[in-house]
Nanobody, 123 residues
Framework: QVQLADSGGGLVQAGGSLRLSCAVS????????IGWFRQAPGKSREPVSC????????FYTDSVKGRFTISRDKAKNMAYLQMNSLKPEDTAIYYC????????????????WGQGTQVTVSS
């Protein structure tokens, strides 16, 4: 059974940084895309970032380009989302998920979700 576990959220002032982590278990191989969606209060869920199985393709939604960086450590079955220069509009619950990742899209989520981690950015 595939399981994803989010961690790393918290409260930070605008301009600060956080690193989200996603621990993955249950896959029989490393051939899976991993990424994050987020959902703010009263708003629809939106894809934030993803990284392909090989790590060669990444996607970032326009509002986080240049500020967020996604990475993965296949040996540890971990994925990370480094979030810098955080803004109040980044406040949301962030969910680690699997899906389909392209350079201009992240479709999903499919299958497993993490439990979500709250990111709150104060102004």
């Amino acid at each position: 059974q595939v399981q994803l576990a989010d961690s790393g959220g918290g409260l930070v002032q605008a301009g600060g940084s956080l690193r989200l982590s996603c621990a993955v278990s249950g896959f029989t191989s490393n051939s899976y895309t991993i990424g994050w969606f987020r959902q703010a209060p009263g708003k629809s869920r939106e894809p934030v970032s993803c990284i392909s199985a090989s790590g060669g393709t990444t996607f970032y939604t326009d509002s986080v380009k240049g500020r967020f960086t996604i990475s993965r450590d296949k040996a540890k079955n971990m994925a990370y989302l480094q979030m810098n220069s955080l803004k109040p509009e980044d406040t949301a619950i962030y969910y680690c998920t699997t899906g389909q990742c392209g350079s201009s899209y992240y479709i999903g989520p499919f299958g497993a979700w993490g439990q979500g981690t709250q990111v709150t950015v104060s102004s």
